[in-house]
């Protein structure tokens, strides 16, 4: 299961210390933003190294703030420094112990270092706090299969292997390898699937999208991307109730609804397709696919 992290908005927290006055903090914060900032910046650019070493000059002005060791994490362990990120990860836990983007994170750590017990206990409290976070839901559900002896651990390692190459080939020809490992593993079919979509071969993606959804019939990711191959492929009526069942599985899946109401604007039910756009930003209001598609509306009737 791919690492599935959370950037929120930054929000500088500035915990009043008793040796320091609100103005010092303050100040502390306001020189410390920008240096959050470009630490972000950089991440979303691939330059981990320097991302961290952003986030940790901002941390040396605001130590207390647990977001930005959590940002520090995900750099880390995506630079593979899991020791590193599993410290990070601990420390914005212990700053707020309400964090559960972080404890699902420090979770994922434990469960790199095959310490399952651990980690689905950090899973677990991330649920507590947040019932519906759909990347502990995933991560607790991978842990406990392999607690239970069904997900190959080998096949897991060389799938997340597989999901950090560059190029498509590489990425098919390792997520052949995961499934000669373990034959159940869906997620490896659905991601090679993903692989031979964007590289052309959409014969091939159907094939290995309709094997994921024998495996699992209730991969919501899955039945998204098969309905949408349908839909490109104009078949409209099979496509909308795939991705009906996709959203009856996970609700809040933002790219699934857009994908729905497009299908119905397709299929020339274009009132379907306004009371989903309109549902997307009920959910989410600054949705920019649901928002274009509802002014494409309005200018074809």
Not at 282 to 300: H, N, Q
Request: proline share 3%; net charge neutral.
């Amino acid at each position: 299961m791919k690492f599935l992290l959370l950037f929120a908005v930054i929000l500088l927290s500035s915990s009043c210390s008793r040796f320091k006055t609100h103005e010092e903090m303050t100040s502390k914060a306001e020189l410390a933003e920008p240096m959050v900032e470009e630490g972000v910046a950089y991440f979303l650019n691939g330059q981990d190294s320097l991302a961290i070493n952003r986030w940790n000059a901002a941390l040396r002005l605001i130590p207390a703030d647990a977001e930005v060791y959590n940002f520090k994490g995900m750099a880390e362990h995506r630079s593979n420094k899991v020791d590193s990120a599993l410290w990070s990860f601990r420390k914005a836990t212990a700053l707020n112990p309400n964090y559960f983007e972080a404890e699902n994170n420090l979770g994922y750590m434990l469960f790199l270092k095959e310490n399952y017990s651990q980690a689905l206990l950090h899973f677990n409290r991330s649920l507590f706090v947040n019932p519906s976070y759909q990347p502990a839901l995933k991560n607790k559900q991978l842990t406990e299969s392999v607690l239970q002896g069904n997900l190959d651990k080998k096949a897991f390692d060389l799938s997340e292997k597989a999901a950090m190459e560059t190029t498509h080939s590489s990425q098919i020809s390792l997520y052949k390898k995961v499934i000669s490992l373990d034959s159940t593993f869906s997620k490896a079919y659905n991601n090679m699937a993903a692989a031979y979509y964007f590289s052309g071969q959409t014969d091939s993606a159907m094939f290995y999208l309709e094997k994921a959804i024998r495996v699992n019939p209730d991969y919501p990711e899955a039945l998204n991307n098969y309905a949408y191959i349908l839909m490109d492929r104009e078949n409209y009526e099979k496509a909308i109730p795939v991705f009906l069942k996709a959203i009856s599985l996970k609700p809040r899946y933002f790219a699934a609804l857009n994908n729905l109401g497009e299908a119905y604007f397709l299929y020339k039910e274009k009132e379907n397709a306004r009371k989903v756009f309109n549902t997307v930003l009920s959910l989410k209001p600054d949705d920019v696919r649901a928002r274009d598609w509802l002014l494409i509306l309005d200018e074809t009737e």
